[in-house]
Nanobody, 121 residues
Framework: VQLQASGGGLVQPGGSLRLSCAAS???????????MGWFRQAPGKQRELVAS???????NYTGSVKGRFTISRDNSKKTVYLQMNSLKAEDTAVYYC?????????????WGQGTQVTVSS
């Protein structure tokens, strides 16, 4: 099982970035993820949920990114995206993708390796 995240980088305030995270491995070829989402962790702070999406439900966003970030998923590619617009310095953090998989009564959590997003002039 692997979650491969990409798309991070350095951007000026007000700029945009798009993060992608693809889930791969034999289990994902059979089962589709339930929840897919993004967390972030800034230096000296706890990891926090940024956005999550479950098929058939409205996406969930933390308040500070509402109206600026958009989460989406492509179930055929087992990929989750995070479009980040109007970026601010306080969005600087390592962003981690997160997937929840349910098989019967068993729930499993998977994490990507993290991708750095730096917003600075």
């Amino acid at each position: 099982v692997q979650l491969q995240a990409s798309g991070g980088g350095l951007v000026q305030p007000g700029g945009s970035l798009r993060l992608s995270c693809a889930a791969s491995g034999s289990i994902f070829s059979v089962f589709s993820p339930n929840d897919m989402g993004w967390f972030r962790q800034a230096p000296g702070k706890q990891r926090e949920l940024v956005a999550s999406i479950t098929s058939g439900r409205s996406p969930n966003y933390t308040g500070s990114v509402k109206g600026r970030f958009t989460i989406s998923r492509d179930n055929s590619k087992k990929t989750v995206y995070l479009q980040m617009n109007s970026l601010k310095a306080e969005d600087t953090a390592v962003y981690y993708c997160h997937v929840v998989l349910q098989i019967g009564s068993q729930w499993s959590n998977y994490w990507g390796q993290g991708t750095q997003v730096t917003v600075s002039s």
